[in-house]
């Protein structure tokens, strides 16, 4: 399990499933976003946080939006929208404790090109 939260701590998370890897994207929001996403599906992350404490932006086919704090700033997780034929979400490996992480394989995935991991 592996907890993570917001610099205020506003909006936080566990994530109750082993993780293989986690995922740092090139697409164009990760890249400034500066994130590391730990996929997953929503049975398997709790993510706490009241209602309207997080901003979100949604962007390209808006299929998802990413959520940040509005306090701190933080991005925090994204969520698939309505539209999405899989539910899914992702966390921010950044906000996690580093050594509940440091074991953990960053994979590269290719989200500004092939749509496909690169190693
Ligand atoms: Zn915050």
């Excluded at 599906?41 to 946080?49: A, F, P, Q, V």
């Excluded at 299929?63 to 992702?90: I, N, Q, Y």
């Amino acid at each position: 399990m592996i907890k993570g939260s917001c610099h205020c701590g506003a909006v936080h998370f566990e994530v109750r499933k082993p993780l293989e890897w986690i995922t740092e994207c090139n697409c164009s929001a990760c890249r400034k976003l500066g994130t590391i996403w730990a996929h997953a599906d929503e049975s398997e992350i709790d993510l706490t946080y009241a209602e309207g404490a997080t901003l979100s932006y949604v962007w390209g086919d808006k299929t998802l939006a990413f959520h940040s704090c509005k306090t701190c700033g933080c991005t925090t997780h994204w969520l698939t929208l309505d539209k999405a034929e899989v539910p899914r979400m992702a966390v921010n490996m950044r906000l996690a404790e580093p050594a509940a992480v440091a074991n953990i394989p960053v994979r590269h995935f290719d989200g500004a090109d092939t749509w496909r991991y690169l190693d």
